[in-house]
C-alpha cells in the first residue's frame, strides 16, 4: 500500500484533501489532540466526517497526541470510545499510557504511533509494536540512509512526513513554549517560539520541509504512508498540496521545478528544505514568511483553479464494533522500588569529591563525556541507525571502566542499555506523565525521572519509584541543526544557553529551577527521591547549591551565597 495522508483541521479542508486525491485524513476533535488552535472536529462534525470519507473509499485517522495527566484518562476513553463506534479507522497516539489502555478494552483498535513518540530507529519500531501499534510516525529528522534502514528493518508500517513544517526541535523534546510562555507543545498548546527573534535573527526557524523531489525513492524504499503537515492550514492549501502529491505518486516520479515553485507559491517560508534527508544540514535550512511569500500566495489564490478530477475508490465498509470500555485500570506497581538520589553533571571537573556527602547515589557524565568519576552514564538523546554501532562500542568501554548506570530517554535505546550489561533509569526525556505511562516502563526500569512539565499534586498521583528534579537550567530543545551560537537571547533579554550532548544542541532554560526551600511542600507530594541537573555551573556553585539543599535554604538567601 502506498498512501497519500493529508491533514484537515476543518471539515472545508477535509473536503479539499478528499476532491483532490487524498487516500486518508487526518483530524483532531476538541479534545486531546496536538493542534488543540485548529478548529477540529465536533462529535457531529467527526460522524460527518466519517461518512463523508469512507464513502468515497478515504480513510480518517483522529489525532489523540497529547500527554495524559492520571486525572485525564477516564474522559480521554470516553472519547476513544466514542471514535471506535463511529467507524474511525486509526488512532494517531502519543502517550504511551493511553495506548495501553486502548488494547485493553479496544484490542482491534489500530493505533499509529505520533512522531511525539520520537522514533528514529529500528529498535524504537520493534518496541512500538510490542506496545501494539500497527503504525509509527518516524522522526523527520532520519537522513534518506537512516529511513530507508528504518523501512527495510520495520515489522510495523511506516509512515513520514514529506511536505510541512517543522519543529526545530526534536519532536516530543521540546519545552520551551510550556517554560517560558505557559503553552505546552505537549498538550497541543505550542505557541510557536521557535518563530521569534533571537540575538536579533531567526536561528530557530526553519523552512517548510518538503520531499517531492525525492517521491520514487520514498516508494522504492517502502514507506507506507507519506503524510502533509497543515491542520492549520487553509482548505486552500490542503487541496492545492494534495493535489500535487497525488499526481507525483500516481506518475511515480519527483516534482519538476514548476511544481516546486508552485507549492512555494501556496506556501513558504523563502522556500523549502530536503536538508535532514539529504544530509545538508546548514543555515540554508533557516527562513521565515516573508511579505514576497505572502504576496505570492495571494496571486495563486486570485487565479483561477486548476479543475478538479475525479478519483473513484470503493466504498470502505468496516465491520460492526462491539467492544465495551473497561473502567480505567488501577494503577499500582508490581515490584515496590526505590529511586535513588542522582545527579547528571556535564563537565567532570564540578563533581564533588564525594557525592554520597550530599545524598547522591547515581552521578551521571554525558556518554562522550564519561569518566570514572562517575558511575552511570547519559545516553545521547538521538541514536539513529548509523549512529548504533559506535554508541554501543562507547556504552561497552564505560561499562568497562566501572559505570553501572544508564539514564535512557528514548524507548529506541533501552536494548542498546541492556546489551551493554546497565542498570536502566527513565530519563525525563521519555515524558512520563502518569502513572499509565509509568507502568509501562516499570519492568525495564529501576526508576523514572519524571517529566519537568508536571505539578506537584500530579506528581503524587503516580505511585512508581520516581525522581523529580529539583535543581537545575531545564533542557528545553533537543536541536539536529546546530544553531551556531553558545547562547540565545530573547526580546525579554533572557538568556538561555547552549550546550551540547551526544554531539547536538541542546537548548538550557535561562533560569534554573531552584526548590531547595520547598521540603515541606516536596514531602507531601510522595515518596521519590531528588535529581540535579548541573550545566553551566563551576565546581563552587555547584558545591554551594547542594548545600543550599542540605539546609534548606531559602531561594533568596541561596542566591546570595552563590554570587
Not at 487524498?22 to 476538541?30: L, P
Request: proline content about 5%.
Amino acid at each position: 500500500m502506498t498512501e497519500l495522508l493529508a491533514p484537515a483541521g476543518s471539515m472545508e479542508a477535509l473536503i479539499a484533501a478528499v476532491e483532490n486525491g487524498a487516500d486518508a485524513v487526518y483530524f483532531g476533535t476538541t479534545l486531546f489532540n496536538a493542534r488543540m488552535l485548529a478548529k477540529n472536529f465536533s462529535r457531529d462534525a467527526v460522524r460527518e466526517a466519517v461518512t463523508y470519507c469512507h464513502q468515497r473509499g478515504v480513510r480518517c485517522y483522529v489525532t489523540m497526541n497529547t500527554l495524559l495527566g492520571d486525572r485525564m484518562m477516564k474522559d480521554a476513553m470516553n472519547q476513544v470510545e466514542f471514535l471506535y463506534t463511529v467507524g474511525v479507522d486509526a488512532l494517531i497516539i502519543a502517550d504511551l499510557g493511553l495506548a495501553g489502555e486502548i488494547r485493553r478494552s479496544f484490542p482491534d483498535f489500530p493505533l499509529h504511533a505520533s512522531t511525539q513518540c520520537s522514533a528514529h530507529n529500528v529498535d524504537a519500531v520493534r518496541y512500538l509494536k510490542e506496545l501494539g501499534f500497527t503504525r509509527a510516525v518516524v522522526a523527520r529528522e532520519l537522513s534518506r540512509e537512516d529511513l530507508e534502514t528504518v523501512c527495510k528493518n520495520s515489522p510495523i508500517e511506516i509512515e513520514a512526513f514529506v511536505h510541512g513544517a517543522l519543529c526545530v526541535s526534536q519532536s516530543g523534546q521540546c519545552l520551551l513554549s510550556s517554560f517560558i510562555g505557559g503553552r505546552s507543545g505537549n498538550r497541543g498548546e505550542c505557541a510557536q517560539p521557535c518563530r521569534m527573534l533571537y540575538n536579533g535573527k531567526y536561528p530557530l526557524s526553519l523552512k517548510d520541509l518538503s520531499l517531492a523531489r525525492h517521491m520514487p525513492e520514498l516508494i522504492a524504499m517502502g514507506v507506507t504512508s507519506f503524510k502533509i503537515e497543515g491542520r492549520m492550514k487553509s482548505p486552500d492549501y490542503v487541496g492545492k498540496v494534495t493535489r500535487i502529491f497525488r499526481t507525483l505518486i500516481d506518475e511515480e516520479r519527483g516534482a519538476s521545478d514548476e511544481e516546486m515553485r508552485y507549492l512555494a507559491e501556496v506556501f513558504s517560508r523563502q522556500g523549502f528544505t530536503d536538508g535532514y534527508y539529504t544530509k545538508t544540514v546548514n543555515a540554508a535550512m533557516l527562513g521565515i514568511r516573508t511579505e514576497k511569500d505572502k504576496e505570492a500566495s495571494r496571486q495563486l489564490e486570485s487565479r483561477p483553479d486548476a479543475p478538479k478530477k475525479t478519483f473513484k475508490k470503493d466504498a470502505i465498509i468496516l465491520p460492526p464494533r462491539e467492544h465495551s470500555l473497561l473502567p480505567p485500570a488501577k494503577v499500582t506497581p508490581s515490584v515496590k522500588k526505590r529511586a535513588q538520589t542522582s545527579a547528571r553533571f556535564y563537565d567532570a571537573a564540578t563533581i564533588p569529591d564525594d557525592p554520597r556527602a550530599y545524598g547522591i547515589a547515581i552521578v551521571y557524565l554525558p556518554l562522550d563525556r564519561y569518566n570514572k568519576k562517575a558511575n552511570g552514564v547519559v545516553l545521547p538523546p538521538v541514536i539513529f541507525d548509523s549512529e548504533r554501532d559506535a554508541v554501543a562500542d562507547a556504552l561497552k568501554r564505560a561499562r568497562a571502566a566501572g559505570a553501572e548506570h544508564a539514564l535512557v530517554g528514548n524507548i529506541g535505546h533501552i536494548a542498546l542499555a541492556k546489551e551493554a550489561g546497565f542498570v536502566l533509569h527513565g530519563d525525563w526525556r521519555l515524558n512520563i506523565q502518569s502513572g499509565y505511562t509509568a507502568k509501562v516502563f516499570e519492568e525495564d526500569f529501576a526508576d523514572l525521572l519524571l517529566s519537568p512539565e508536571l505539578i506537584l499534586p500530579q506528581i503524587r498521583d503516580i505511585p512508581f519509584a520516581k525522581c523529580v528534579t529539583v535543581y537545575g537550567r531545564q533542557i528545553l530543545m533537543t536541536l539536529e541543526k546546530p544553531v551556531g551560537y553558545t547562547t540565545l537571547t530573547d526580546r525579554t533579554k533572557a538568556v538561555f544557553p547552549i550546550l551540547k550532548e551526544g554531539g547536538r544542541d541542546i537548548l538550557l532554560n535561562s533560569l534554573p529551577t531552584y526548590m531547595a526551600d520547598k521540603k515541606a511542600e516536596l514531602q507531601k507530594a510522595g515518596d521519590f527521591a531528588y535529581h540535579y541537573l548541573f550545566t553551566t555551573e563551576g565546581k563552587q556553585e555547584t558545591l554551594q547549591i547542594l548545600n543550599a539543599y542540605q539546609k534548606g535554604w531559602t531561594t533568596k538567601k541561596a542566591v546570595r551565597r552563590i554570587k
